[in-house]
């Protein structure tokens, strides 16, 4: 029976328990990075893939559910989120059926419906996902992962009520004071422990080193898109401001 109703049931042998204790905490967003949702079917459904989710939300915006939400879904792989590192045991994790790079589009209109409705489906069984926990791919992975990408609209799902959203601040020529790759110091560890703040898994050391260069990458990618380039601008730090008054 689907979690969701008017979810298509298509199962998927890839998932096992949740670990002991654990909770629904998360809802992580994917998209499938394929050319169409079929393919992206076969791939989640395929036992030698060793990978599922729960959800895959089709260019049409029809839902097809492959594991239990009781279940541990196999979507996150390694990742971190404010501690936590084993995801999948705390998550639900949806594909949506997009391309991805370099073939960039907007998402349509129908699917993105369609994604919204079965999101507060969601949020209403498991009350313990907070608007912080909403987080893309790319967030609880940012070493790895660029999913579901700078064209998903999380402002657009953040005035219905799923996640966060603040406005970025403009990106401007004149940037003043940039920390980039190589950069040391004082600066360089404040900027690191916002973003632990946030929850990204990142080592405040005061080194601006390539962990730190991807952790920029992806909260640029979901807050600060118009320019992703892991460059930590007046732009980049003023909307990380914006977002931790948001958690307060």
């Known amino acids: 029976m689907a979690d969701y ?21 998360m809802l992580i967003m994917h998209y499938t990075g394929m ?24 260019e049409d915006g029809a839902i097809v559910q492959f594991v239990p939400e009781s279940k541990r879904a196999w979507h996150a792989g390694v990742a971190y989120w404010r501690g936590e590192r084993d995801i999948n ?45 909403i987080l893309a791919h790319s967030d609880v992975a940012p070493e790895r992962k660029t999913d579901p990408g700078e064209n998903f609209p999380w402002r657009k799902i953040a005035q219905a009520g799923i996640g966060l959203y603040v406005p970025p601040s403009p990106v401007t020529m004149n940037g003043g004071t940039i ?35 991807w952790v920029t990458q992806a909260f640029q990618r979901r807050f600060r898109r118009q320019k992703v380039d892991g460059l930590a601008d007046i732009s980049t730090l003023k909307t990380l401001e914006r977002l931790l008054v948001r958690l307060k």
Not at 5 to 25: E, L, M, Y
Not at 101 to 125: D, E, F, M, S, T
Request: proline fraction near 6%; include cysteine; charge should be positive.
């Open 35 to 58: 050319k169409t949702a079929e393919e992206a079917e076969r791939r989640l459904t395929d036992p030698q893939s060793q990978v599922s989710a729960h959800y895959l939300v089709r």
């Open 179 to 213: 920390l980039g790759l190589g950069a040391k110091g004082r600066a360089v560890a404040e900027f690191q422990s916002r973003l632990a703040h946030y929850g990204y898994n990142i080592c405040v050391n005061g080194v601006f080193d390539k962990q730190t260069e």
């Open 89 to 133: 045991s705390c998550s639900i994790g949806i594909e949506i059926a997009y391309p991805g790079a370099p073939a960039l589009k907007p998402y349509p209109a129908v699917q993105i419906a369609g994604l919204i409705a079965l999101a507060h489906n969601i949020l209403a069984r498991h009350k313990g996902i907070k608007p912080a926990y």
């Open 5 to 25: 109703a008017g979810a298509q049931i298509r199962p998927s042998p890839n998932f096992d328990d949740r670990r002991a204790g654990s909770r629904v905490s």
